[in-house]
């Protein structure tokens, strides 16, 4: 198999041994070195990868606080009707419409 080398950005090298090689190059394989057994290939990869890992993290996390904040609304809304005693809407009750927390959940 081929020994393929890869560099970071933060100078650091990590090695990887290929025990099945196909005759297809991968698009971001960029150029070969080396004959015999050992291989190297660089890989070019497009820079600003970790501004798009913070970017993507960022949303992620975000996505999750909003997500979770309105489950937390609407549930609320529901159970401060459920103190009241109206008519639940499982059992057909629409009173959840007129509950300004769950409308806030809802549009979150």
Known sequence: GAV?????CDSCQAWCQ???VSESRSPFLS????T??????SISMPSGSKYHL???LALAIGSS?????????KKKGL???????????GQGG????KEWLWWAGLLS
Not at 4 to 8: A, G, H
Not at 79 to 89: E, Y
Not at 94 to 97: E, F, K
Request: proline share 0%; with cysteine; net charge neutral.
């Open 4 to 8: 393929l080398s890869f560099s970071c």
């Open 18 to 20: 290929i025990i099945n």
């Open 31 to 34: 150029s070969m070195e080396g």
């Open 36 to 41: 015999g057994n050992e291989t190297n290939w």
């Open 54 to 56: 913070y970017i993507g």
């Open 65 to 73: 606080i909003f997500i979770g904040s309105s489950f937390i609304l």
């Open 79 to 89: 159970l401060k009707l459920a103190d009241r005693g109206v008519t639940r809407a």
């Open 94 to 97: 629409y009173s959840y419409l």
